[in-house]
Protein backbone atom coordinates (compact mmCIF):
# COMPACT_ATOMS: atom_id res chain seq x y z
CA UNK A 1 0.00 0.00 0.00
CA UNK A 2 1.37 3.41 -0.83
CA UNK A 3 -0.01 6.80 0.75
CA UNK A 4 0.20 10.14 -0.85
CA UNK A 5 -0.45 13.35 0.94
CA UNK A 6 -0.61 16.27 -0.11
CA UNK A 7 -2.43 20.01 0.25
CA UNK A 8 -0.61 21.48 3.07
CA UNK A 9 1.13 25.15 3.08
CA UNK A 10 1.34 28.18 4.48
CA UNK A 11 -2.29 30.12 6.06
CA UNK A 12 -3.34 32.76 8.43
CA UNK A 13 -4.95 31.77 11.83
CA UNK A 14 -8.87 31.45 11.00
CA UNK A 15 -8.12 29.97 7.62
CA UNK A 16 -8.41 26.64 6.22
CA UNK A 17 -6.46 24.04 4.17
CA UNK A 18 -7.52 20.53 2.29
CA UNK A 19 -5.55 17.62 2.75
CA UNK A 20 -6.00 14.65 0.38
CA UNK A 21 -4.06 11.38 0.66
CA UNK A 22 -4.24 9.08 -2.25
CA UNK A 23 -3.74 5.41 -2.33
CA UNK A 24 -2.86 2.75 -4.29
CA UNK A 25 -2.47 -0.89 -3.29
CA UNK A 26 -5.20 -0.83 -1.39
CA UNK A 27 -8.99 0.82 -1.58
CA UNK A 28 -9.83 3.46 1.28
CA UNK A 29 -13.08 2.36 2.00
CA UNK A 30 -11.45 -1.68 3.08
CA UNK A 31 -8.66 -0.12 5.62
CA UNK A 32 -8.93 2.32 8.63
CA UNK A 33 -7.47 5.74 7.95
CA UNK A 34 -5.89 7.92 10.33
CA UNK A 35 -4.23 11.86 10.20
CA UNK A 36 -1.79 12.15 12.72
CA UNK A 37 0.56 15.36 12.93
CA UNK A 38 4.06 16.19 14.08
CA UNK A 39 5.06 19.46 15.22
CA UNK A 40 8.67 20.77 15.57
CA UNK A 41 10.38 18.76 18.58
CA UNK A 42 6.86 17.00 19.56
CA UNK A 43 6.31 13.88 19.83
CA UNK A 44 3.88 12.58 16.73
CA UNK A 45 0.06 12.47 17.66
CA UNK A 46 -3.28 11.73 16.19
CA UNK A 47 -5.74 13.89 15.09
CA UNK A 48 -8.34 12.17 13.00
CA UNK A 49 -9.61 9.11 11.98
CA UNK A 50 -11.71 6.81 10.50
CA UNK A 51 -12.80 3.05 10.31
CA UNK A 52 -13.07 1.03 7.85
CA UNK A 53 -16.20 0.34 5.49
CA UNK A 54 -18.35 3.25 6.41
CA UNK A 55 -17.06 3.47 9.92
CA UNK A 56 -17.61 6.53 11.68
CA UNK A 57 -14.85 9.64 12.02
CA UNK A 58 -13.59 10.27 15.30
CA UNK A 59 -10.99 13.19 16.71
CA UNK A 60 -8.37 14.56 18.91
CA UNK A 61 -10.25 16.85 21.23
CA UNK A 62 -7.79 19.39 20.04
CA UNK A 63 -9.16 19.49 16.67
CA UNK A 64 -12.90 18.76 17.27
CA UNK A 65 -15.50 21.00 15.73
CA UNK A 66 -12.67 22.12 13.36
CA UNK A 67 -11.49 19.60 11.47
CA UNK A 68 -13.05 17.18 9.07
CA UNK A 69 -11.84 14.02 7.76
CA UNK A 70 -13.80 12.21 4.86
CA UNK A 71 -13.20 9.62 1.93
CA UNK A 72 -13.95 8.95 -1.20
CA UNK A 73 -13.91 5.67 -2.37
CA UNK A 74 -14.04 6.44 -6.15
CA UNK A 75 -10.72 8.37 -6.36
CA UNK A 76 -9.72 6.20 -3.36
CA UNK A 77 -8.51 9.39 -1.02
CA UNK A 78 -9.15 10.76 2.13
CA UNK A 79 -9.61 13.91 3.14
CA UNK A 80 -8.74 16.57 6.20
CA UNK A 81 -10.68 19.36 6.20
CA UNK A 82 -9.22 21.84 8.56
CA UNK A 83 -11.13 24.95 9.15
CA UNK A 84 -10.23 27.56 12.16
CA UNK A 85 -6.65 27.42 11.77
CA UNK A 86 -4.69 27.98 15.23
CA UNK A 87 -0.91 28.89 15.33
CA UNK A 88 -0.83 25.23 17.30
CA UNK A 89 -1.94 23.69 14.20
CA UNK A 90 1.71 24.08 12.69
CA UNK A 91 2.90 20.72 11.77
CA UNK A 92 3.84 17.93 9.47
CA UNK A 93 0.94 16.26 8.82
CA UNK A 94 0.80 12.43 8.29
CA UNK A 95 -1.71 9.84 6.24
CA UNK A 96 -1.71 6.23 7.62
CA UNK A 97 -3.75 3.53 6.76
CA UNK A 98 -4.58 -0.11 8.59
CA UNK A 99 -6.63 -3.02 6.92
CA UNK A 100 -8.59 -3.97 10.43
CA UNK A 101 -11.09 -3.09 11.39
CA UNK A 102 -11.70 -0.78 14.60
CA UNK A 103 -10.77 2.66 15.65
CA UNK A 104 -7.19 3.25 15.96
CA UNK A 105 -5.59 6.08 17.67
CA UNK A 106 -2.22 5.24 18.38
CA UNK A 107 0.53 5.34 15.33
CA UNK A 108 1.73 1.61 16.58
CA UNK A 109 -1.70 0.53 15.49
CA UNK A 110 -1.15 1.74 11.85
CA UNK A 111 0.76 -0.43 9.26
CA UNK A 112 1.09 1.74 6.24
CA UNK A 113 2.26 5.53 6.30
CA UNK A 114 2.76 8.37 3.83
CA UNK A 115 4.98 11.16 3.47
CA UNK A 116 4.09 14.23 5.68
CA UNK A 117 2.46 17.59 3.84
CA UNK A 118 3.86 20.63 6.13
CA UNK A 119 0.81 22.66 7.58
CA UNK A 120 2.29 26.18 8.91
CA UNK A 121 -0.15 28.61 10.35
CA UNK A 122 0.68 32.07 10.84
CA UNK A 123 -0.42 34.45 13.79
Known amino acids: VQLQASGGGLVQAGGSLRLSCVAS????????MGWFRQAPGKEREFAAG????????YYADSVKGRFTISRDSRRNTVYLQMNSLKPDDTAVYYC?????????????????WGQGTQVTVSS
Open 96 to 112: AADPRWGSRWRDDEYQY
Open 25 to 32: GRTVSRST
Open 50 to 57: ISRSGGSP
